[in-house]
């Protein structure tokens, strides 16, 4: 089970954090990756992280977004600086045993946490 939260309504230039908690004694194992969807829009990806701690963030998020772990916490977490209207939607987290960008490689996904950056 994964429980994401730390979303909210900011003023563009703001920051959040964005954390996902991992329930499961072996949910935790695998790779972990956040997601945006805007209204209307497809699920995209935002960032991708390995247990050992490697990471993979989109080209457009990169110097904004940064994915971390606690794996003794079994959270992920979504640093998001720079906040834009741009970045509005649902945050996911999900899970999945293949290191990928797309949404449909994740098996498991947490129920999403809305971000609303005004401009």
């Known amino acids: 089970q994964l429980q994401a939260s730390g979303g909210g309504l900011v003023q563009a230039g703001d920051s959040l954090r964005l954390s996902c908690a991992a329930s499961?004694?072996?949910?935790?194992?695998?790779?972990m990756g956040w997601f945006c969807q805007a209204s209307g829009k497809e699920r995209e990806f935002v960032a991708a992280?390995?247990?050992?701690?490697?990471?993979n963030t989109a080209d457009s998020l990169k110097g904004r977004f940064t994915i971390s772990r606690d794996n003794a916490k079994n959270t992920v977490y979504l640093q998001m600086n720079s906040l834009n209207a741009e970045d509005t939607g649902v945050y996911y987290c999900?899970?999945?045993?293949?290191?990928?960008?797309?949404?449909?490689?994740?098996?498991?996904w947490g129920q999403g946490t809305q971000v609303t950056v005004s401009s």
């Open positions: 992280i390995r247990r050992t701690g490697f990471t």
């Open positions: 499961g004694c072996t949910s935790f194992d695998y790779n």
């Open positions: 999900a899970i999945s045993t293949m290191w990928s960008t797309q949404s449909t490689r994740y098996n498991y």
